[in-house]
């Protein structure tokens, strides 16, 4: 109860009130949204993006190579994630987070715009990237900034937060890579690049008439500086002056972390890459019979399923802030009702149609599946029955992923040397993608939340632009190796390739754990 109390006393200090959605402040729920259709637009785009450049030209792609998509790819995911160093500096000194979240949103809906036209014009698809990349830049570290300031950095709830965040970026990934891959797919590619726009642009009003509900929290600068200028004015207490040795220590811990996560996201983001290609090539998914109907099923049951979860934290999130801010709600609500309706006409095609063939993209939803099924229960496990330290957690995701690798490994290794197409079952996917999911969440919100206890607090989100840099690093290596897929799988093996991430993550995740005692040393008291 104290602990609530000092949460409480802490958004009160920040000029917010003290509404909470299961004992979170409700602004934490109108940034889960806000995420959530963003992640929507770059995840149903990025599920897209390589199936559409090595589809043949007949059927509507650009027919480039497995190495040549592999490398577009890797660029493009690694600038994403390189521009929000930018975005965080821009915020950090002239903006404030607000405005960077609000002009980001809105570039990356011109970039979704630009890319529906791409069957008009080739630049158009280069365009839609460009903007795509320069948007997430503003928008990405900010968003992830303004959770961390919800919460006093002794706060046991901090981690679950950005837990319960992590929650609606991967409800966002969900339905982007389930309905812009499914319409791209099966309907027309530049009606998938369309539509991930539409719910950047629903975002984006939701996020924008909620502002006041952050207090402080986001303003530009000079505002919060005449905010604290105020406080002092009465009185108030001001924040407590850290010495310069321990930023200095935590700073250091901060760069390790990044180091592992450069190893854990070269590997991981191989889903949107060497895994699509793997699924679109190497995996059975024409299905007949009773293992279609089962497929069918499942479907439903994995569409219809996180789309009430999600309605349902829309009511929680209603019923604390319709009264105050019920255009953030009606705007979110419309979006949920196109959802739906989206979802159940995917449904009744399926279920009406001749031949059941699983999408390449459709596998790509089961990380974000997994994780809506599984945020809270790690959630609740951090908070009330084993919470080590972050370096530990890291290790554990490292290893997790290592293992998914290694089942694909396995499943793979009756694919001939040199084979171009194959006809392995799905379950070695299904199986990687679970050991991937519960190792990201072991690392990604950890380290989202270690990044902003560790930070001083005047360049946090320079801070998180460093952090995205690092995933921008792993980007850029991971889609330099994937584009060696056709060339390792000539001279060795499909599953010499998979093997190749699953031992690098397992031998990083053995160092973090010999360095745990001096990493814990540096935090200087911060867990």
Same mark, same amino acid.
């Given at each position: 109860?104290?602990?609530?109390?000092?949460?409480?006393?802490?958004?009160?200090?920040?000029?917010? *009130?003290?509404?909470?959605?299961?004992?979170?402040?409700?602004?934490?729920?109108?940034?889960?949204?806000?995420?959530?259709?963003?992640?929507?637009?770059?995840?149903?785009?990025?599920?897209?993006?390589?199936?559409?450049?090595?589809?043949?030209?007949?059927?509507?792609?650009?027919?480039?190579?497995?190495?040549?998509?592999?490398?577009?790819?890797?660029?493009?995911?690694?600038?994403?994630?390189?521009?929000?160093?930018?975005?965080?500096?821009?915020?950090?000194?002239?903006?404030?987070?607000?405005?960077?979240?609000?002009?980001?949103?809105?570039?990356?809906?011109?970039?979704?715009?630009?890319?529906?036209?791409?069957?008009?014009?080739?630049?158009?698809?280069?365009?839609?990237?460009?903007?795509?990349?320069?948007?997430?830049?503003?928008?990405?570290?900010?968003?992830?900034?303004?959770?961390?300031?919800?919460?006093?950095?002794?706060?046991?709830?901090?981690?679950?937060?950005?837990?319960?965040?992590?929650?609606?970026?991967?409800?966002?990934?969900?339905?982007?890579?389930?309905?812009?891959?499914?319409?791209?797919?099966?309907?027309?590619?530049?009606?998938?690049?369309?539509?991930?726009?539409?719910?950047?642009? !629903?975002?984006?009003?939701?996020?924008?008439?909620?502002?006041?509900?952050?207090?402080?929290?986001?303003?530009?600068?000079? =505002?919060?500086?005449?905010?604290?200028?105020?406080?002092?004015?009465?009185?108030?207490?001001?924040?407590?002056?850290?010495?310069?040795?321990?930023?200095? *220590?935590?700073?250091?811990?901060?760069?390790?972390?990044?180091?592992?996560?450069?190893?854990?996201?070269?590997?991981?983001?191989?889903?949107?890459?060497?895994?699509?290609?793997?699924?679109?090539?190497?995996?059975?998914?024409?299905?007949?019979?009773?293992?279609?109907?089962?497929?069918?099923?499942? *479907?439903?049951?994995?569409?219809?399923?996180?789309?009430?979860?999600?309605?349902?934290?829309?009511?929680?999130?209603?019923?604390?802030?319709?009264?105050?801010?019920?255009?953030?709600?009606?705007?979110?609500?419309?979006?949920?009702?196109?959802? @739906?309706?989206?979802?159940? @006409?995917?449904?009744?095609? =399926?279920?009406?149609?001749?031949?059941?063939?699983?999408?390449?993209?459709?596998?790509?939803?089961?990380?974000?599946?997994?994780?809506?099924?599984?945020?809270?229960?790690?959630?609740?496990?951090?908070?009330?029955?084993?919470?080590?330290?972050?370096?530990?957690?890291?290790?554990?995701?490292?290893?997790?992923?290592?293992?998914?690798?290694?089942?694909?490994?396995?499943?793979?290794?009756?694919?001939?040397?040199?084979?171009?197409?194959?006809?392995?079952?799905?379950?070695?996917?299904?199986?990687?993608?679970?050991?991937?999911?519960?190792?990201?969440?072991?690392?990604?919100?950890?380290?989202?939340?270690?990044?902003?206890?560790?930070?001083?607090?005047?360049?946090?989100?320079?801070?998180?632009?460093?952090?995205?840099?690092?995933?921008?690093?792993?980007?850029?290596?991971?889609?330099?190796?994937?584009?060696?897929? *056709?060339?390792?799988?000539?001279?060795?093996?499909?599953?010499?390739? !998979?093997?190749? !991430?699953?031992?690098?993550?397992?031998?990083?995740?053995?160092?973090?754990?010999?360095?745990?005692?001096?990493?814990?040393?540096?935090?200087?008291?911060?867990?």
């Amino acid at each position: 109860m104290s602990q609530d109390k000092s949460l409480v006393s802490h958004l009160h200090g920040l000029g917010m *009130d003290d509404k909470m959605v299961n004992g979170h402040p409700a602004g934490l729920f109108v940034l889960f949204f806000t995420e959530m259709w963003e992640r929507f637009s770059y995840y149903g785009m990025r599920a897209l993006l390589t199936l559409f450049l090595i589809s043949t030209i007949a059927d509507g792609g650009w027919g480039w190579t497995n190495s040549e998509a592999m490398k577009l790819y890797g660029t493009y995911t690694g600038l994403v994630y390189l521009t929000p160093l930018l975005g965080g500096i821009i915020a950090d000194k002239i903006t404030g987070y607000k405005k960077a979240i609000l002009i980001g949103a809105l570039i990356m809906t011109l970039g979704h715009l630009s890319m529906a036209f791409e069957g008009i014009a080739p630049w158009f698809f280069y365009l839609g990237l460009g903007l795509m990349i320069l948007g997430n830049g503003m928008f990405k570290p900010n968003i992830s900034s303004m959770v961390g300031n919800l919460y006093p950095d002794t706060s046991s709830k901090k981690d679950a937060g950005y837990t319960i965040f992590y929650m609606g970026i991967n409800a966002g990934a969900f339905l982007g890579m389930l309905l812009c891959g499914y319409i791209g797919e099966k309907v027309g590619w530049h009606y998938g690049f369309g539509l991930a726009g539409v719910f950047m642009f !629903f975002g984006m009003l939701q996020f924008y008439f909620a502002e006041k509900i952050f207090g402080i929290i986001g303003e530009s600068p000079k =505002e919060v500086q005449a905010f604290h200028d105020k406080k002092v004015a009465n009185h108030e207490e001001e924040e407590e002056e850290i010495p310069a040795n321990v930023i200095r *220590d935590r700073l250091i811990v901060i760069a390790v972390l990044m180091l592992a996560s450069i190893v854990f996201f070269l590997a991981f983001e191989q889903a949107g890459g060497s895994m699509s290609i793997f699924a679109k090539d190497y995996t059975q998914r024409v299905l007949e019979g009773g293992a279609a109907t089962t497929f069918k099923w499942i *479907d439903t049951i994995l569409t219809i399923v996180p789309i009430a979860i999600v309605t349902i934290v829309l009511f929680a999130l209603a019923k604390q802030i319709y009264k105050k801010f019920p255009l953030t709600i009606i705007f979110t609500a419309i979006s949920f009702v196109i959802i @739906w309706g989206l979802g159940l @006409w995917k449904i009744f095609r =399926e279920f009406n149609s001749v031949e059941t063939e699983v999408a390449a993209s459709w596998f790509q939803i089961l990380n974000s599946f997994f994780i809506i099924a599984l945020a809270s229960s790690f959630s609740k496990f951090w908070e009330k029955i084993w919470n080590p330290s972050g370096p530990v957690k890291f290790a554990l995701g490292l290893i997790l992923v290592g293992l998914g690798f290694a089942a694909l490994a396995y499943g793979a290794m009756e694919i001939p040397q040199g084979a171009k197409t194959a006809s392995v079952s799905m379950i070695w996917l299904i199986v990687a993608y679970f050991f991937h999911t519960t190792g990201e969440l072991c690392l990604s919100p950890v380290g989202l939340s270690y990044v902003s206890k560790l930070s001083p607090k005047k360049f946090i989100g320079l801070l998180f632009g460093f952090w995205f840099c690092a995933s921008a690093i792993a980007n850029f290596i991971g889609g330099f190796l994937g584009s060696y897929i *056709d060339q390792i799988v000539e001279t060795h093996s499909m599953a010499y390739f !998979f093997m190749i !991430f699953a031992i690098i993550p397992a031998i990083t995740a053995l160092v973090l754990i010999g360095l745990n005692p001096i990493l814990k040393r540096m935090m200087h008291g911060i867990n």
